[in-house]
């Protein structure tokens, strides 16, 4: 949420990277990502409100994008969806309505 402090929001992207990292570990595209140490190439961007978060999983899920969505507790609100790392041509067209988050 926009309204969160900016160490919080950050700290749900790490939240739900690093859940995608471990969830899809044995992928062959993740393993080539963190194999690329310092060349590692991540882009941020922004869904305005819960229910597009919420949208975009549902769309991820029905195309077999492999992803996590961070739910934060004891709260209960999505607050971050990460892809594993993936060809940008893959996933670019679910996401390019997204901004980057600024």
Do not use: N
């Not at 919080?8 to 990292?21: P, R, S």
């Not at 595209?29 to 194999?35: A, K």
């Not at 077999?64 to 996933?91: F, G, M």
């Amino acid at each position: 949420p926009r309204s969160w402090p900016l160490g919080a929001v950050v700290a749900q992207g790490c939240h739900a990277a690093l859940a995608a990292v471990h969830a899809y570990r044995q992928h062959p595209d993740t393993r080539t990502y963190l194999e690329m140490g310092g060349a590692m190439r991540t882009v941020v961007l922004e869904a305005p409100d819960e229910a597009a978060l919420t949208a975009l999983a549902e769309t991820l899920k029905q195309h077999s994008i492999d992803h996590q969505v961070w739910t934060e507790q004891p709260e209960d609100v999505a607050t971050c969806l990460a892809l594993r790392p993936y060809p940008k041509d893959q996933v670019h067209r679910h996401l390019k309505k997204f901004k980057l988050l600024k």
